[in-house]
């Protein structure tokens, strides 16, 4: 039974890799949440994936970052606003339908709400707990 568990974990982070990677390239899909999802997956299933992600030049500095005090670049904030408002732009362009476009506008407005909560550097994350303020929403 725990073959079978770390099979499905490990196909798992394989697929959340792809995604990644896909993320990487296309606008409108994160890299960041599927990176640290295959690197959860990876740690349930096979250390040398698990360390492949760690020490990747990419994925490596958010995943630290993340583990250390949920930090989310502020870059990374300013990259997935951007690439949020170019989807929006190319749906409506593409598509023009109203209820979709107000629907995602909602959608991205609450992730956005969700990450400007998330300190944008190590920095940040170390005032925040020396003052004894919340990391992110419940820490």
Not at 33 to 62: E, V
Not at 101 to 121: H, K, T
């Amino acid at each position: 039974m725990e073959r079978i568990k770390k099979a499905l974990w490990f196909i798992a982070g394989l697929l959340f890799l792809g995604l990644a990677y896909i993320g990487l390239i296309v606008p409108g899909i994160p890299w960041s949440t599927p990176s640290l999802c295959a690197t959860y997956c990876f740690a349930r299933s096979n250390k040398r994936f698990h360390d492949y992600m760690i020490n990747h030049k990419i994925f490596g500095p958010f995943i630290a970052n993340w583990k250390e005090g949920s930090v989310f670049p502020t870059y990374a904030k300013w990259a997935m606003f951007g690439s949020m408002d170019i989807s929006l732009i190319l749906i409506w362009w593409r598509t023009e339908n109203v209820p979709l476009v107000i629907g995602l506008s909602v959608f991205f407005a609450l992730i956005i709400l969700w990450a400007s909560r998330l300190p944008g550097s190590r920095e940040e994350a170390e005032r925040r707990k020396a003052a004894g303020e919340k990391i992110g929403w419940f820490k």
